[in-house]
């Protein structure tokens, strides 16, 4: 089981960066496949990145491509990061980033399917303006 904490979030302008951060705690947090996803109030969770256990494979949303770049550190047994970096910043960005946690140790391809993910954050607010 992992305890899932995001931060990071904010108001930025339209053009601008954030980096959010997704601290996974508990039992091996490293064999756990970890995916970003976003939501506008009322609507769908979408997909935004979804990552690998060992970081050997990635799966960006078309919409973000280019735009966000994702990584993790497995250094602590303990605890992992997972950072999402978010350049380029649109209006449509603007969202509710929730980090999501699913056990899969040794899994090549993580899934992108939020009804596969038990274990999620609070969420963290992001905001662009124009």
């Known amino acids: 089981q992992v305890h899932l904490s995001e931060s990071g979030g904010g108001l930025v302008q339209a053009g601008g960066f954030l980096r959010l951060s997704c601290t996974a705690s508990?039992?091996?947090?490293?064999?756990?496949?970890i995916c970003w996803f976003r939501q506008v109030s009322g609507y769908e969770l979408l997909l935004v990145v979804a990552i690998s256990w060992n970081a050997g494979v990635l799966n960006y949303a078309d919409s973000v491509k280019g735009r966000f770049s994702i990584s993790r550190d497995n250094g602590d047994n303990a605890n992992n990061v997972v950072d999402l970096q978010m350049n380029s910043l649109k209006r449509e960005d603007t969202a509710i980033y929730l980090c999501?946690?699913?056990?899969?140790?040794?899994?090549?391809?993580?899934?992108?399917?939020?009804?596969?993910?038990?274990?999620w954050g609070q969420g963290t607010q992001v905001t662009v303006s124009s």
């Open positions: 999501a946690a699913r056990f899969a140790p040794n899994s090549a391809k993580p899934s992108t399917d939020p009804r596969q993910y038990p274990y």
């Open positions: 508990g039992d091996s947090p490293s064999s756990y496949a």
